[in-house]
């Protein structure tokens, strides 16, 4: 069951910061839309 969990995040595309386009993979930061950068100067 875990090895499942791990290829599905496996599978899922690279998430892109919704300000500067820049990805993120931080996976643990799912409900973050932002990078670290944009979200500090929000
Ligand atoms: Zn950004």
Avoid: W
């Avoid at 899922?12 to 409900?31: R, T, V």
């Amino acid at each position: 069951m875990i090895e499942n969990v791990v290829e599905f995040f496996r599978n899922l595309p690279a998430k892109q910061c919704a300000s500067c386009g820049d990805q993120m993979e931080e996976m643990h930061e799912c409900y973050n839309t932002q990078c670290e950068k944009c979200n500090s100067q929000a």
